[in-house]
């Protein structure tokens, strides 16, 4: 296999999953995410995955993403609908910053990325941010920085492995779910090939604990969290704005 090639492929994959699960009111973010679709859907990985571009590509618009952005709403914020979580400490622990979150700042401390905090404020652990690291790290290391290999692949298998495929079930069976049930098609489909490429095995389906009764408990770090995107969402789905939110630091600990 020519792994330049796949991990620059990878590094698309990762990246059109990172436009799909990261909030944004960027508009740049969302046209790259179109021209994503319309590079991947050329090339699909199999039948199915072609469908689902083709399903993806009829309902968003290239000159406007609030269709996108409402069903967005609708999974991840409404407190009118079952609200999807996000984080590996969540599906791991049944709480948000969890050991999950240590794991994954530890695994970022033995490269260059870093959270740009005044930018992003969701946790190092979030769906959205893994395949954002992920994409990187396969980027960099198609472009030669073979150090990264090894950290991409303990990711993999230690963080978005373990919970990615009960995240994918709660999307799929979501009641506001369309666009993103195909988007968990091409996921699926996506980490079944990274299962193979990586010789990672699926892991074991484990019961996790859910509070149904109780009112939720959350820390003040996650209130403010919550309040910071809820300021981000009322800022509207049109406006432009730059939206890096990953950075890069002196390299160390390696």
């Given at each position: 296999m020519n792994d330049v090639k796949i991990n620059k492929a990878r590094a698309l994959y990762y990246g059109l999953f990172s436009r799909f699960f990261v909030?944004?009111?960027?508009?740049?973010?969302?046209?790259?995410l179109i021209s994503l679709i319309?590079?991947?859907?050329?090339?699909?990985?199999?039948a199915t995955t072609?469908?689902?571009?083709?399903?993806?590509?009829?309902?968003?618009k290239s000159d406007s993403n609030?269709?996108?952005m409402n069903e967005f709403d609708d999974i991840f914020h409404s407190p009118e609908t079952m609200t999807v979580r996000t984080t590996a400490s969540y599906y791991d622990e049944n709480i948000e910053s969890g050991k999950k979150r240590v794991e994954m700042q530890n695994f970022l401390a033995k490269t260059r990325i870093r959270r740009d905090e005044k930018k992003y404020s969701d946790y190092e652990d979030h769906i959205g941010f893994i395949f954002t690291v992920m994409s990187e790290l396969c980027e960099l290391a198609a472009d030669g920085?073979?150090?990264?290999?090894?950290?991409a692949h303990c990711i993999f298998e230690q963080i978005l492995n373990e919970f990615v495929n009960d995240?994918?079930?709660?999307?799929?069976?979501?009641?506001s779910a369309n666009i993103f049930k195909d988007v968990i098609v091409i996921l699926k489909a996506f980490m079944e090939f990274e299962r193979i490429y990586l010789e990672v095995s699926i892991p074991?389906?484990?019961?996790?604990?859910?509070?149904q009764t109780q009112t939720e408990?959350?820390?003040?770090?996650e209130k403010e969290r919550r309040a910071r995107n809820r300021a981000l969402r009322a800022s509207g789905p049109k406006k432009e704005e730059k939206d890096v939110f990953v950075t890069f630091d002196v390299e160390d600990d390696i």
């Open positions: 909030f944004t009111t960027d508009n740049k973010r969302y046209l790259e319309d590079t991947l859907k050329e090339n699909p990985l199999d072609a469908e689902a571009f083709e399903n993806i590509r009829k309902v968003l609030i269709t996108f920085e073979e150090q990264y290999i090894n950290t995240f994918s079930k709660e999307i799929y069976e979501h009641e074991l389906t484990k019961q996790r604990v859910v509070k408990e959350i820390s003040e770090e």
